[in-house]
């Protein structure tokens, strides 16, 4: 169930209902809006005890929540959640493009793509230092050698980064350095890694995983909210279908449908999905027009020679004229696109 606040409730009192509602054996999870607060409630009730609830300073109405997502769902926060990372808001109008390598592989490429995806328009740093990969035998990533890379990185182009978190003992390593956590599509339901990103309050962005329904996809996002984190940012990247054309295919009507169920922020990865850096401008401008908050993209400085996901990777030039066209597509779908801090039209 929720409890709804009454407007202009002052934060003592909601503190003192939090606790009220905790005394009497109950998990509460505010849940902080514009214009309202509202406090899920999940555990099992009496009706004795809602009825105690409903007399408690400060609440409004108690109702219950029907949808499965307690937390996640639009129902106990019909407005859209947005998530901010350094200056950066996820959520809001803008379209926020993620973009960098798959993986960092030396301080030079990573320096080099984030220099120039930041500078036309990219607002956080995509570079993963752990890999899933299919084949053990394929390159892992570079491991902690690489989290000062990260740092350095980071320091130097003064944007945020994001980097994927594949062992529940790294979490902590990595949210010192890393705005936000990716879990990946591998990870989706690894269910001690989610409640472990759960307990932190880093952002992270959470993958479909590549056979998993979006109502398992929403169900993970629970998992982390529950722990009290509700910075979560959803990602549809494409799912494993028969067509064997594109390397997943994307599942476009995953983003209104999203929308409609969650407060969530919906992003994109397009590259991954097509598998193909020539198929990659298409999605992503597709995916703006069926409503994503912001893309994930993968580029690299020379694609034939990456170590991981090179045939999906743009190069800089179709990068730089791909953000160049976004603006348009996302003026026409009422969103805004940042202004490039180095423009070449
Ligand atoms: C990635 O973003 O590089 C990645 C491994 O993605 P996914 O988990 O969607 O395969
Ligand atoms: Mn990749």
Known sequence: MVI??????????????????????FKPHPIYGVEKTVIAVIGDKTQEKIDTIKTLPGVER?????????LAGREV???????????????????????????????????????????????IVRGSIFKPRTSPHDFQGLHEEGLEILRG???????PIVSEVLDPRHVEMLAEVVDVL??????????????????????????RGISATLDELLKAAEYIIVGGNQNVILCERGIRT????????????????????????????P????????????????????????LLIETHPHPQEALVDGPQSLEFGDF??????????????????????????
Do not use: W
């Open 77 to 123: 926060k019909p407005e859209p959640t947005i998530i901010h990372v350094g200056d950066v808001a996820i959520g809001d109008r803008e379209i926020v493009v993620m973009a960098g390598p798959c993986a960092v592989e030396s301080r030079e490429q990573y320096l080099q793509t984030a220099r120039f995806v930041v500078s036309h328009g990219a607002r």
């Open 182 to 207: 990716q879990i990946g599509a591998r990870n989706m339901a690894n269910f001690t890694l989610l409640s472990e990103v759960g307990h932190t309050r880093q952002p992270c962005l959470l993958k």
């Open 4 to 25: 709804i606040v009454k407007t202009g409730t002052s934060p003592g009192v909601v503190a003192q209902l939090i606790e009220r509602v905790a005394d009497l054996g």
């Open 271 to 294: 590259s991954h999905a097509a598998g193909n850096a020539e198929y990659v401008p298409a999605l992503a401008k597709a995916a703006i027009a069926a409503g994503a908050d912001g």
């Open 242 to 269: 028969f067509e064997q054309a594109t390397r997943y295919t994307l599942d476009l009507a995953a983003v209104p449908v999203l929308k409609a169920q969650t407060h969530l922020p919906v992003i994109v990865d």
């Open 153 to 159: 990185v980071k320091a130097e182009v003064g944007m």
């Open 62 to 70: 108690v109702v219950p929540i029907l949808q499965p997502y307690k």
């Open 320 to 345: 730089e004229q791909l953000m160049r066209q976004l603006k348009g597509f996302a003026a026409a779908a009422g969103r805004t696109f940042p202004v490039p801090a180095a423009t070449h039209n």
